[in-house]
């Protein structure tokens, strides 16, 4: 199991963004001058979309203020100047919550998924019920450091899931796995559910967790499938996982499906059996020559410490969440948020500055693409702004994995295109009602 490290560097200032999920910034409950502790709650909001947000530091406030957030945007954040005091608030521990307590403990605990949703509106939907909650535990190796024994993890993550169930009052429950994650298979094989051990199902051709669920005669299962890439991949994972197609412009909830992670699933075991807020977090490191794959951070530490733990060498470029979806930083003051997922450090001689050339159709995009799009022609019609044509040609469909533009041999900005086409299309047709994607019709994206 690849181990991670703890970011041991107190940083010299810690930016705490009030929004740490799409929907409401919260209310700091803090003020300039204010000391808190690790733990502490600092912003809340009354909007049900909303979750709370907590100190990760001991120290003095310094601002509550408007500050660089790594999606491009700046964020009312408070700004605290740790002390190399490890203190933290009473964490009391929570003894068999029930389902609205545990509801309450994830909103109040700060538990959001990394793509965005507060954990609580995903297990408690306002316009339907879930029926399955699934971990995707295949985009995210595992999160080191804190397991003793691959075993550990594993049954952890059971009963991390066990817990998101109940919240949800779910009957069914899985956790998906990389088919190639050899670590994580072993770690879940002959993993025990109510005294029996479980069998790692590949899901193959046309058998989704239904089948397993009967095949298993469990209600929770452990399936392993190739892994998925892209920003905008849950409405594609549900129906690979489970076989139920999500509406264009609706998410997995709609067809009572709750897709979360393995971040918040072991966040919420956190909150439950140590009474721990989420306020720190596993990253990725990409770029280092020497240094930890994994790294467990505080949130609202500044990219700039985390790399100044890591050899990087010269720093080019800085990107979160990843080379080819992500978004390159303009500075490194940025600070790790629940969302942040990885930190890419290019060297200067590693950034690609080529132009655009002009397309060679050579069709290596439409291979590459997991959706069966024809992202050149896309690309050409969003760059002539010809968007009801993109809808013809299903640019909705597309979950910005950005393999089109990786393959491209005219460095064609293939992805930043569609993206521009689908925000021009998600204003002008924000009253139409959700479709049927006729990709997930075809089955084209079906489980390997
Ligand atoms: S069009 Fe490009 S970014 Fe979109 S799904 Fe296809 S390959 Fe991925
Ligand atoms: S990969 Fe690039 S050059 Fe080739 S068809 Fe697609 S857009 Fe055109």
């Not at 019920?129 to 985009?139: E, F, Q, W």
Request: hydrophobic share 35%; net charge negative.
């Amino acid at each position: 199991m690849v181990e991670s490290k703890r970011l041991n560097k107190i940083p010299e200032k810690v930016i705490i963004p009030l929004r740490q999920h799409r929907g409401a910034v919260c209310e700091s409950l803090v003020k300039k001058g204010d000391e808190v502790l690790i733990g502490q709650k600092i912003g809340e909001s009354s909007e049900h979309y909303s979750s709370a947000v907590h100190s990760s530091v001991c120290g003095e406030v310094l601002a509550v203020e408007e500050s660089a957030h790594p999606d491009g945007n700046k964020v009312m954040s408070v700004v605290i100047q740790p002390s190399d005091s490890e203190e933290t608030v009473a964490f009391t521990p929570v003894k068999n919550p029930s389902k609205d307590a545990l509801l309450k403990l994830i909103k109040e605990a700060g538990i959001v998924e990394h793509y965005g949703a507060p954990t609580h509106t995903v297990l408690k939907p306002s316009d339907g019920k879930i029926d399955i909650v699934v971990i995707n535990a295949t985009a995210s190796e595992w999160i080191g450091g804190k397991y003793n024994t691959p075993k550990e993890y594993s049954s952890q993550m059971i009963a991390a899931l066990k817990l998101l169930m109940k919240a949800a009052g779910a009957s069914k429950g899985a956790i998906i796995v990389g088919k190639d994650d050899e670590e994580s298979i072993e770690a879940f094989d002959g993993v025990e559910v109510d005294g029996k051990a479980l069998k790692v199902a590949p899901l193959l051709g046309s058998r989704r967790l239904g089948h397993y669920f009967k095949d298993q005669n469990s209600n929770i299962v452990v399936a392993s499938q190739k892994r998925i890439y892209g920003k905008n991949i849950l409405n594609f994972f549900t129906y690979n996982v489970t076989g139920r197609k999500v509406a264009l412009g609706s998410d997995p909830t709609s067809v009572g499906v709750a897709i979360c992670g393995v971040k918040s699933a072991k966040a919420l075991y956190d909150a439950v059996h140590e009474g721990k807020p989420y306020y720190e977090t596993v990253i990725t490191i990409e770029g280092a020559e020497d240094c930890p794959e994994y790294m467990l951070v505080k949130i609202g530490t500044p990219f700039k410490d985390v790399i100044e733990s890591c050899n990087f060498g010269e720093v080019g470029k800085i990107i979160a969440n990843g080379v080819l979806t992500g978004v390159a930083q303009y500075t490194d003051e940025v600070p790790v948020t629940k969302g942040t997922t990885k930190i890419t450090v290019q060297k200067p001689e590693e950034i690609l500055r080529d132009e655009s050339d002009v397309c060679v159709h050579c069709a290596r995009c439409v291979d590459a693409c997991p959706v069966s799009l024809i992202p050149s022609r896309l690309a050409v019609m969003a760059d002539q702004g010809r968007f009801d044509e993109c809808r013809q040609f299903h640019i909705e469909n597309c979950i910005e994995c950005g393999k089109c533009a990786a393959v491209c041999p005219s460095k064609i900005h293939i992805l930043q295109l569609i993206r521009y086409a689908k925000d021009a299309i998600c204003l002008a047709y924000e009253d139409l009602p959700c479709k049927e994607s006729s990709n997930l019709k075809l089955g084209c994206c079906g489980g390997e």
